[in-house]
Protein backbone atom coordinates (compact mmCIF):
# COMPACT_ATOMS: atom_id res chain seq x y z
CA UNK A 1 0.00 0.00 0.00
CA UNK A 2 1.36 3.36 -1.21
CA UNK A 3 0.75 6.23 0.81
CA UNK A 4 -0.34 8.70 -1.02
CA UNK A 5 1.69 11.54 -2.04
CA UNK A 6 2.13 14.14 -4.94
CA UNK A 7 4.00 12.95 -8.37
CA UNK A 8 7.06 14.99 -9.19
CA UNK A 9 7.98 16.63 -11.94
CA UNK A 10 10.15 14.40 -14.25
CA UNK A 11 11.84 16.25 -17.16
CA UNK A 12 14.37 14.88 -19.79
CA UNK A 13 17.97 16.09 -19.99
CA UNK A 14 17.91 18.46 -23.03
CA UNK A 15 15.58 21.50 -23.35
CA UNK A 16 16.85 23.48 -19.72
CA UNK A 17 14.57 26.33 -19.67
CA UNK A 18 16.81 28.20 -17.41
CA UNK A 19 20.21 27.31 -18.09
CA UNK A 20 22.80 27.46 -15.35
CA UNK A 21 25.40 30.27 -15.87
CA UNK A 22 28.51 31.01 -13.23
CA UNK A 23 28.69 34.38 -11.65
CA UNK A 24 32.73 35.02 -11.92
CA UNK A 25 33.85 36.56 -8.68
CA UNK A 26 36.89 38.61 -10.12
CA UNK A 27 39.36 36.47 -8.32
CA UNK A 28 40.90 34.04 -11.28
CA UNK A 29 42.33 31.47 -9.49
CA UNK A 30 38.77 31.15 -7.25
CA UNK A 31 36.77 30.75 -9.91
CA UNK A 32 39.31 28.32 -11.62
CA UNK A 33 39.10 26.32 -9.07
CA UNK A 34 34.59 26.71 -8.97
CA UNK A 35 34.44 25.32 -12.71
CA UNK A 36 34.60 29.08 -13.83
CA UNK A 37 32.56 31.25 -10.96
CA UNK A 38 29.93 31.08 -8.32
CA UNK A 39 26.55 28.74 -9.44
CA UNK A 40 23.02 30.50 -8.50
CA UNK A 41 21.63 29.07 -5.47
CA UNK A 42 25.02 26.66 -4.71
CA UNK A 43 26.48 26.10 -1.36
CA UNK A 44 30.14 25.68 -0.84
CA UNK A 45 32.21 25.10 2.71
CA UNK A 46 35.73 26.27 2.65
CA UNK A 47 37.85 24.77 5.20
CA UNK A 48 41.42 24.98 5.85
CA UNK A 49 43.90 25.33 8.83
CA UNK A 50 43.63 28.87 11.00
CA UNK A 51 45.63 31.66 9.87
CA UNK A 52 45.70 30.20 6.44
CA UNK A 53 43.76 32.94 4.88
CA UNK A 54 40.19 31.98 4.45
CA UNK A 55 38.57 34.57 5.88
CA UNK A 56 41.01 37.53 4.23
CA UNK A 57 40.49 35.33 0.00
CA UNK A 58 36.51 35.59 1.03
CA UNK A 59 36.05 39.16 1.98
CA UNK A 60 38.73 39.80 -1.24
CA UNK A 61 35.83 37.70 -3.02
CA UNK A 62 33.14 39.20 -1.49
CA UNK A 63 34.59 42.82 -2.13
CA UNK A 64 35.57 42.31 -6.14
CA UNK A 65 31.63 40.85 -6.74
CA UNK A 66 29.93 43.81 -4.72
CA UNK A 67 32.67 46.33 -6.77
CA UNK A 68 30.77 44.81 -9.62
CA UNK A 69 27.21 45.53 -8.43
CA UNK A 70 26.38 42.47 -6.72
CA UNK A 71 24.85 42.63 -3.42
CA UNK A 72 26.93 40.72 -0.92
CA UNK A 73 26.97 40.44 2.45
CA UNK A 74 29.63 38.82 4.83
CA UNK A 75 28.42 37.26 8.10
CA UNK A 76 30.81 37.16 10.55
CA UNK A 77 30.70 35.29 14.03
CA UNK A 78 34.69 35.06 14.34
CA UNK A 79 35.63 38.86 14.18
CA UNK A 80 33.22 42.14 14.94
CA UNK A 81 32.45 44.57 12.50
CA UNK A 82 35.40 46.32 13.63
CA UNK A 83 37.68 43.72 12.80
CA UNK A 84 36.51 43.07 9.20
CA UNK A 85 36.56 46.91 8.35
CA UNK A 86 40.41 46.90 9.46
CA UNK A 87 41.05 44.11 7.17
CA UNK A 88 38.97 45.36 4.25
CA UNK A 89 41.19 48.39 4.54
CA UNK A 90 44.57 46.20 4.80
CA UNK A 91 43.48 44.76 1.32
CA UNK A 92 42.38 48.37 -0.21
CA UNK A 93 38.68 48.04 -0.21
CA UNK A 94 37.48 49.87 2.22
CA UNK A 95 35.01 51.73 -0.23
CA UNK A 96 33.44 48.18 -1.05
CA UNK A 97 29.97 48.43 -1.04
CA UNK A 98 29.98 45.10 0.78
CA UNK A 99 27.47 44.76 4.16
CA UNK A 100 28.99 43.19 6.91
CA UNK A 101 27.96 41.91 9.84
CA UNK A 102 28.97 40.54 13.41
CA UNK A 103 26.17 37.57 14.24
CA UNK A 104 25.75 33.88 15.28
CA UNK A 105 21.81 33.55 15.77
CA UNK A 106 20.91 31.47 12.39
CA UNK A 107 16.79 32.96 13.41
CA UNK A 108 18.20 36.21 12.75
CA UNK A 109 20.61 35.39 10.02
CA UNK A 110 17.70 34.00 7.69
CA UNK A 111 15.66 37.14 8.22
CA UNK A 112 18.22 39.51 6.97
CA UNK A 113 18.85 37.00 4.12
CA UNK A 114 15.27 36.80 3.28
CA UNK A 115 14.43 40.82 3.74
CA UNK A 116 17.95 41.68 1.67
CA UNK A 117 18.09 39.02 -0.71
CA UNK A 118 21.74 39.14 -1.57
CA UNK A 119 23.18 37.75 -4.13
CA UNK A 120 26.04 36.08 -2.13
CA UNK A 121 26.00 35.47 1.07
CA UNK A 122 29.10 34.56 3.42
CA UNK A 123 29.18 32.99 6.66
CA UNK A 124 31.95 33.12 8.66
CA UNK A 125 32.34 30.18 9.98
CA UNK A 126 29.58 27.77 10.40
CA UNK A 127 30.43 26.73 13.91
CA UNK A 128 29.70 29.72 15.65
CA UNK A 129 26.05 29.91 14.44
CA UNK A 130 23.83 28.36 16.39
CA UNK A 131 19.76 27.54 16.40
CA UNK A 132 17.68 29.14 19.08
CA UNK A 133 15.34 25.68 18.46
CA UNK A 134 18.30 23.80 19.68
CA UNK A 135 19.48 23.18 23.41
CA UNK A 136 22.70 21.94 22.05
CA UNK A 137 25.87 24.58 22.38
CA UNK A 138 27.32 26.42 19.15
CA UNK A 139 29.78 24.37 17.31
CA UNK A 140 28.02 20.69 18.14
CA UNK A 141 27.25 18.37 15.68
CA UNK A 142 23.79 18.75 15.76
CA UNK A 143 24.32 22.72 15.53
CA UNK A 144 26.49 22.64 12.41
CA UNK A 145 24.38 20.37 10.78
CA UNK A 146 20.96 22.35 11.47
CA UNK A 147 22.43 25.70 10.41
CA UNK A 148 24.46 24.06 7.45
CA UNK A 149 21.26 22.27 6.29
CA UNK A 150 19.04 25.49 6.92
CA UNK A 151 21.30 27.76 5.06
CA UNK A 152 21.57 25.32 2.40
CA UNK A 153 17.79 24.84 2.15
CA UNK A 154 17.71 28.75 2.06
CA UNK A 155 19.82 29.39 -0.73
CA UNK A 156 18.67 27.23 -2.91
CA UNK A 157 14.88 28.67 -2.47
CA UNK A 158 15.70 31.66 -2.65
CA UNK A 159 18.60 31.24 -5.63
CA UNK A 160 21.83 32.78 -3.35
CA UNK A 161 24.98 31.74 -3.85
CA UNK A 162 26.71 30.93 -0.28
CA UNK A 163 30.05 30.09 1.10
CA UNK A 164 30.01 28.62 4.49
CA UNK A 165 33.50 28.80 6.11
CA UNK A 166 34.41 25.43 8.16
CA UNK A 167 36.90 25.33 11.21
CA UNK A 168 39.40 22.17 10.06
CA UNK A 169 40.49 20.04 13.45
CA UNK A 170 44.19 19.03 14.16
CA UNK A 171 43.20 15.76 11.99
CA UNK A 172 42.64 18.04 9.02
CA UNK A 173 38.93 17.40 8.51
CA UNK A 174 36.17 19.98 8.83
CA UNK A 175 34.85 20.15 12.24
CA UNK A 176 31.69 18.68 13.25
CA UNK A 177 30.24 15.61 11.37
CA UNK A 178 31.30 14.37 7.74
CA UNK A 179 27.71 14.53 6.87
CA UNK A 180 28.12 18.30 6.37
CA UNK A 181 30.62 17.49 3.29
CA UNK A 182 27.54 15.90 1.24
CA UNK A 183 25.15 18.60 2.42
CA UNK A 184 26.98 21.02 0.38
CA UNK A 185 27.42 21.17 -3.22
CA UNK A 186 31.51 21.95 -3.39
CA UNK A 187 33.86 21.35 -0.36
CA UNK A 188 37.31 23.51 -0.90
CA UNK A 189 40.12 22.87 1.16
CA UNK A 190 42.62 25.07 2.23
Do not use: W
Not at 6 to 35: A, C, H, W, Y
Not at 94 to 99: A, L
Amino acid sequence: NLREGKMVELVGLSGNKNPVTRQKTGIEEFDRVLGGGLVKASTILVGGDPGIGKSTLLLQVASSMANKGANVIYVSGEESADQLRMRGKRLGEEKSPIRIAAETNLRDILTTIDNEKPDLIIIDSIQTVYSDQLDNAPGSISQVRSSVMELTTFAKKCGISAILVGHVTKEGQIAGPRLVEHMVDTVLYF
